[in-house]
């Protein structure tokens, strides 16, 4: 059967699902944990040294670069001393075996099979990524597919979701958005509050009001921080423009595929979502995964 081209809505909710059952990374106390055990100091010396240990031993700079939305300080409070206390495939290590534990808890009572037509699906969509263009999907996908279906879940989901969050990232600087007005223009157009974004990020009041004022000036928010109309559209072609190159990994399975796979993802999604009950909203910015027919 000849694959179709997956609509933008598609994978859209086929993100949701997927970046949900990866945040269990970031926010799973049991990974945390594993990552404080190597040598890591505090939450945020976890979240940049595991999650860029992919690209290996790389300097501040480079977290920075590919990280784009948050405060350079915070970067640099946590590279390179992380590297210092653990190498990389130490790292790696703890976050692929904590993480895959977190997961087999929550799907405890899931069947195996659902499981495994979920990662069968999901690996062959990231195995299509080559990486141009998007450094950290390309660090993720160089990394071994693992053998078991779990874990095989948990690798797609990261390969896809930086592969999305790379061509983001793109969009963003093409359109002249630095990392802190990214944040300050999705809090105007009301997708995450400033309170969740904000302190998550690193940025103070004074960045963040700079970066308001920036936006007025280009009249993508108004001078009580809302959107206005030129704003909304702003970020909702960003938003589609980055459903569109998200989708091409999804254009080798058939719509029956495709169907199969965001059914599979419901129940795992959803278990994850309750079972570390996830904040919603959230830094991340990634919904409570939707049920039902699209």
Known sequence: MTAAAPTEAEVRRLWQHLEVIHAVTYFAPAVDEALREVGLKGFWMGYFGSRAAALGAVDAAVVKATFYSFHPAKVDRAIPEAWRLAPPARILAARHESVGRVLRAHW???????????????????????GEGRPLAAAHRALPVPPDPVDQLWWSATVLREHRGDAHVALLTAAGIDGCEAHV??????????????????WSDEDWRAAQERLCARGLVDAGGQATSEGDSCRALIEARTDALAAPPYAVLTEPERVALRGALEGLSAAVADGERLPFPNPIGVDRPPTGPS
């Open 108 to 130: 405890a009572e899931v069947d195996p099979a659902t499981i495994a037509t979920a990662a069968a699906l999901a690996v062959r969509a990231a195995s299509t990524i080559t």
């Open 185 to 202: 223009l999705q809090a105007a157009t009301d997708r995450v509050p400033q309170a969740v974004l904000q302190p998550a990020r690193g």
